[in-house]
């Protein structure tokens, strides 16, 4: 063991914090992430800003609730101005740098106006989301009848799979994310009934092996200056289609039970009703459908975790092991038919919980390996950790989370926070326009301690849930007599939280308590009414004198 040097952040997509063996899945065998969590610490109570992709991962990198840094959605640009991670590492003397997805959407209204080139330093970092580009891959490149998903989904890639050998305009569809019957025909991964079908690609050459290869070649020509690599997988992230041997690892009989029940469906909270019923709810209502994707969703986790211990053995192999800190977790879960639903979105703990597990490499650390912390967590602390790993001073006008570092070396904080907050921009989704149109603000917001989980959503009733006594939230005490005064303080816990101060990123602790210190003498005197009231030296300037015409 060693000191840390540089920091390695792996983040997975849409895995669920309970897909792992050391969370206690009960057939899906993850030996090398375990390995990871016998090193070091696994959080049990983490949960991300956002339970959608471009969201919650803009609070990552900015260490910033949706609230305050504006990106509450998938394809909302975040707007030129915020701090990211990369701002605050260089600051510091530490690189940052990308491989794979963040689901970034550029601000280019906003750099158009300020005259900042595209193709500067600065203009590529800001539509990097403050990151050095060694490879973005946002791994989407679908194609429907007006076009593609993303223009620059998977580009790389897919030149990369046609130099492989593998032709045709875009074969991250047809190879990587689909299968092949007897005839040669293309059999889509986004058709639920191929996904346990092996896709058309080499194991090596998929979408996972390809990341770590990528990741490995970076850390091969990294040099001595202190990096942070933000290592974004594409997957467990659908389409639900693994390449042999993954495709067929497991099978219904080892799908664990779905997590709903019918008393779930009567007095539907609208907001949460509107995604049961939604084409994507329905469709994971189905048992059949739940037999073909969720044994396919564990094969893709298994092969993440097979990568895992291929990029384990070169940190080791390589000498990085001793001085690399490595954070492992998701951008948020998946219902996989969980509450009648699919997809995530929502508040559940399926969907708004997710893994995080944090290996500190330094001796500091060596009281807290193999450990699990119950404290509530969120992903907007991981950039206050990272600061706090490097010795860098805090930033806390900036950074609304709080760092973890303290957990890692066995002390408690002195204070930490009560409870945690999760928000759902869903105005912006197509599939709830209807919906959206029948309140001014259609958004909704979580906050939960370790006892209850409150869901308010305004101009509808709330939610509100009993972890203590109802873990699986089967159980929606949103019109409970009883549970009237509950809701009241979850209520006002998150009015504080939304009073907080947010936005004064400017100025600093320190430059306020330095403002506070501002002499007073510098030219304004206010509430004096004669001379006697004035000091000796602001009589010198306030005090009657001849006019300047007389001298």
Known sequence: MGQVK?????????????????????HLHTPNIDALAAEG??????????????????????????????????????????????DHLRDNGMECWLVGKTHMKADTEGMARLGIPADSIIGVRTEQCGFDVYERDDGMRPE???????DGGAATYNEWLRERGYPGDNPWHDFANSARDADGNVLSGWLLENA?????????????????????????????????LHLSYIKPHWPYIA??????????????????????????????????????GQSFSRDEVLEHTIPSYM???????????????????????????????????????DHWMGEKDLFHDCSAKIPLIIRDPSDQADGTRGTECDALVESIDLAPTFLDVIGAEARPHILEGASLLPFLHGKTPAKWRDYVISENDYGISPG?????????????????????????????????????????????????????????????????????????????PADVIAERKRSPARGILLGA?????????QRAFYGKRKGPEFE
Request: aromatic letters at 12%.
């Open 6 to 26: 540089n920091i390695l952040f792996i983040m997975f997509d849409q895995l669920r914090w309970d897909y792992l063996s050391c969370a206690g899945h009960p």
């Open 41 to 86: 610490v696994r959080f049990t109570r983490a949960y991300c800003q956002s339970p959608v992709c471009g969201a919650s991962r803009m609070s990552f990198y900015t260490g910033r609730y949706c609230h305050s840094h504006g990106a509450t959605w998938n394809r909302v640009p975040l707007k030129v101005g915020e701090h990211t991670l990369g």
């Open 144 to 150: 429907g009848p007006e076009g593609f998903y993303d």
């Open 196 to 228: 346990r079908k092996p896709a058309a690609i080499k194991e090596e050459d998929s979408e996972t092996p390809y990341m770590t290869s990528r990741a490995i070649e970076f850390m091969d020509q990294a040099g001595e200056t202190p990096w942070c």
């Open 243 to 280: 390449p042999a041997p993954y495709n067929d690892m497991y099978g219904p009989e080892h799908v664990i039970p779905v997590n709903r029940n019918e008393n779930e469906l009567v007095d539907m909270h609208p907001v949460y009703a509107n995604y049961v019923n939604n084409r994507v």
């Open 299 to 337: 094969g893709l986790i298994k092969q993440c975790d097979d990568q895992m211990g291929r990029l384990f053995d070169y940190l080791k192999s390589s000498g990085l092991w001793d001085n690399t800190m490595i954070f492992l977790t998701s951008d948020h879960g998946d219902y996989l038919g």
């Open 432 to 508: 709830n326009a209807a919906l959206a149109e029948q309140v001014d603000d259609p958004r909704q917001y979580m906050v939960a301690n370790t006892r209850w989980k409150y869901i308010y959503a305004e101009g509808f009733r709330p939610m509100l849930f009993d972890l203590e006594n109802d873990p699986n939230e089967l159980t929606d005490l949103g019109t409970s007599a009883e549970h009237e005064v509950i809701r009241q303080q979850m209520f006002e816990a998150l009015s504080a939280w939304a009073r907080r101060l947010s936005q004064r990123t400017t100025m600093s």
């Open 529 to 537: 009414l004669d001379e006697t009231e004035m000091s000796d030296a």
